[in-house]
């Protein structure tokens, strides 16, 4: 996995309700710790990790865009769906596949929401806006 100190500049702010989490040191919920190209392009592999106290659950969903010359700009998206939390750091990493293009190396734009839940309360929805940098990963 390429490191990526430094690579990633999160520059959204928060668009939604506040909820019980533990943020980075952005103020974030969530800390973005890298992004992998596999299949020359094809797909990118985002690592990272989140903590909410235990008894809510948290789900992940993710889009990238990166502008491409010449043509439409490349975008992928997934999602992680709902898993318990149990108090401590959770690492996740998803695999975004590449839409109408390939991805390449430099910087993208992503798109980050975190919803959570948790019994008797409201579900909430947090989004911010960052910038990756895409890197090769090993098998390229």
Known sequence: ????????????????????A??????NP?????????GHGAEVQVRFSYR??????AGIGIVLSQ??????DVVGGAGSGQHPCTGETETVTLTLPAGGGRFTS????????????????????????????????HGR
């Open 67 to 72: 502008a491409a010359e010449p043509g439409p």
């Open 22 to 27: 533990h943020a980075d040191d952005d103020g």
């Open 106 to 137: 430099g910087e993208a734009a992503a798109a980050v929401s975190l919803f959570t839940s948790a019994p008797g309360t409201p579900d909430t929805i947090e989004q911010f806006s960052s910038t990756l940098c895409l890197e090769h990963g």
């Open 52 to 57: 909410y106290d235990e008894g809510r659950s």
């Open 30 to 38: 969530v800390n973005l710790k890298a992004a992998t190209l596999r």
């Open 1 to 20: 996995m390429a490191a990526l100190t430094g690579c990633v500049a999160l520059g959204g702010a928060m668009l939604a309700a506040a909820v019980p």
